[in-house]
């Protein structure tokens, strides 16, 4: 896995142009993408994202209202939604908390000052999302990030960046608790990412 310092050249070798993020954004006027592509902007490339998988829609969704429930109005708690690391990268992270005031985005993606907790669910895309986004996310200086493995049925936490890379990382099992830097008190059982049968499995 490159760390952040890598990352751009390993990605960029994948492509002929890369791409920086205000061109990107374009690309839905200019007829380049329609609203229904899925890729998102890595480094200057433009990447495919997976397809939406039941498991993998059902975990999003449990996190964002476990998180929601917990977290807001303090934070705002975002699914699915764009985030903007420095000039060439626009991920779309399956859950992303954000400060507020909300009025701040009305011109801007969130950015690396605003992003309090970035997590990715991971099925098919974790081999890209180990290879991809934790050094694109360490490099920003992303403050944590949550890896959830819905094959293994695990999630692994990462904090403390620095010079690209993730200080510390920590995996868990289906019976630990995903906590926040933001809210300490707060748990999150793993365990509810799941569909019963799963879980029990």
């Known amino acids: 896995m490159p760390d952040g310092a890598d990352l751009a050249a390993d990605v960029a070798s994948r492509g002929l142009h890369r791409f920086k993020a205000v061109e990107y954004q374009r690309f839905p006027e200019m007829g380049l993408l329609a609203s229904s592509d899925r890729v998102e902007l890595i480094e200057g490339v433009v ?32 699914a699915e939604a764009s985030v903007q690391l420095g000039e060439y990268s626009q991920p779309q992270p399956d859950i ?25 669910i991971a099925y098919s895309s974790l081999d890209r999302d180990r290879r991809d986004k934790i050094p694109l996310y360490a490099m920003h200086g992303i403050a944590e990030f949550w890896l959830v493995n819905l094959a293994e049925r695990k999630a692994e936490i990462f904090r403390d960046p620095v010079d690209g890379v993730f200080r510390l990382a920590d995996k868990i099992g289906i019976d630990s608790f995903l906590t926040p830097l933001v809210d300490p008190d707060l748990r999150v059982p793993l365990r509810a990412l799941f569909r019963r049968e799963e879980a029990a499995s």
């Open 96 to 120: 992303s908390v954000i400060q507020r005031p909300l009025e701040i985005y009305a011109e801007r993606h969130p950015g690396p000052s605003d992003i309090l907790l970035l997590a990715e």
């Open 47 to 78: 990447v495919p994202m997976s397809p939406i998988s039941v498991q993998h829609n059902f975990a999003v969704m449990m996190l964002e209202e476990l998180l929601r429930a917990a977290l807001e109005p303090r934070f705002k708690v975002r």
